[in-house]
Nanobody, 113 residues
Framework: QVQLMESGGGLVQPGGSLRLSCAASGSSFSTNVMAWYRQVPGKQRELVATITARGSTNYADSVKGRFTISNAKNTLYLQMNSLKPEDTAVYYC?????????WGQGTQVTVSS
């Protein structure tokens, strides 16, 4: 079993930056892949970025060049730069370990002047 705890959301002006964190804890587990998703009310959850246990990354076209996913010591990060109002959403971390999927509780990111 893996428990995930997210932090780092908040209100930021357009063009600003935020860094989200997702700390994983639990008994010994083997990570397969990690990801960040986001969701706005009335829309499906959208994949933002993924990173494998070996460090290979992929990004949604809408965030390429602005967001960076990384991980270190069972903590997943999402560095978000040049934020736009359309990035406003609840962001969820997703962790696949031992081929079981786990979700964080979500953290609100609001980009507004």
């Amino acid at each position: 079993q893996v428990q995930l705890m997210e932090s780092g959301g908040g209100l930021v002006q357009p063009g600003g930056s935020l860094r989200l964190s997702c700390a994983a804890s639990g008994s010994s587990f083997s990570t397969n892949v990690m990801a960040w998703y986001r969701q706005v009310p009335g829309k499906q959850r959208e994949l933002v970025a993924t990173i494998t246990a070996r460090g290979s990354t992929n990004y949604a076209d809408s965030v390429k060049g602005r967001f960076t996913i990384s991980n270190a010591k069972n903590t997943l990060y999402l560095q978000m730069n040049s934020l736009k109002p359309e990035d406003t959403a609840v962001y969820y971390c997703n962790w696949v370990a031992d081929y079981r999927m786990y979700w964080g509780q979500g953290t609100q990111v609001t980009v507004s002047s």
